[in-house]
């Protein structure tokens, strides 16, 4: 049985991380890469709670991981009231810098994600990249679940845990195409789309969307695919 990495170690690597959030040609440049989908992603899930007006105007929105807040910000440039939380300290404090020199009025705040309490109530909850890198994160979809208002939606995005995930996810992507940093994930933290599932439904959510986000080797583009979860893939839940 392979080791899961500790939290101690998730937090150092992505300490060290913390300085490269808004270069887009640094560690982060994959990320930067997909803001443009993830962002497709996100207003076409959203948009029916606010008749499909594409501002998102006064819709209250958390990003749990919100890491530098690469997402954050074009939220908030759409209208969005905005909070982001992460556990790492430099990352939020780059995230602020970042959204005060562009002018943004983004609440931020630093937080253990595992022991979250959030007292306000949410339209959107949004979890990107992140179940993967912590230890319970069954127990973080049950704390947050009380977190959302009536009809509130839950957007995940994550990686399966399978034999493509291992040899795409992690040793390509991160030891070949050097999409990632070295031990970024962690196989064994990786999260089938039937166990996602099945917490969700747990916790009185009925899953709603379930798309694929595939890398296109012969044109080195990204694209979402509607039920392919082989690999990474996004999942939308709203509360019962």
């Not at 998730?10 to 913390?18: D, N």
């Not at 993830?38 to 948009?47: A, C, G, P, Q």
């Not at 208002?149 to 992690?170: C, D, E, M, V, W």
């Amino acid at each position: 049985m392979i080791k899961k990495l500790s939290k101690k170690l998730e937090f150092e690597h992505f300490t060290k991380l913390s300085s490269e959030w808004w270069d887009p040609n640094g560690k982060f440049k994959i990320l930067h890469d997909l803001t443009p989908l993830r962002m497709k992603y996100i207003k076409e899930m959203i948009s029916s709670k606010n008749d499909g007006n594409k501002t998102l105007k006064k819709i209250e929105i958390l990003d749990i991981g919100c890491g530098g807040g690469l997402i954050c910000e074009p939220l908030a440039r759409m209208g969005a009231n905005v909070t982001g939380i992460d556990f790492v300290y430099e990352n939020i404090l780059s995230a602020i810098k970042h959204a005060k020199d562009s002018n943004l009025n983004i609440k931020y705040l630093h937080k253990d994600i595992e022991k979250i309490k959030i007292d306000s109530k949410y339209d959107v909850i949004i979890i990107l990249e992140v179940l993967e890198h912590i230890e319970s994160w069954e127990k973080l979809i049950t704390n947050i679940s009380k977190s959302l208002k009536p009809k509130g939606k839950l957007i995940i995005s994550t990686i399966n845990r399978n034999l493509l995930s291992k040899i795409f996810a992690i040793f390509i992507a991160e030891n070949i195409l050097k999409f990632i940093p070295k031990k970024t994930h962690d196989y064994e933290k990786l999260i089938r789309p039937e166990e996602l599932s099945s917490s969700l439904i747990k916790n009185k959510f009925n899953v709603l969307d379930i798309t694929g986000l595939i890398f296109n080797p012969m044109s080195s583009e990204w694209i979402l695919k509607k039920n392919n979860s082989k690999i990474n893939y996004f999942c939308t839940a709203i509360k019962n």
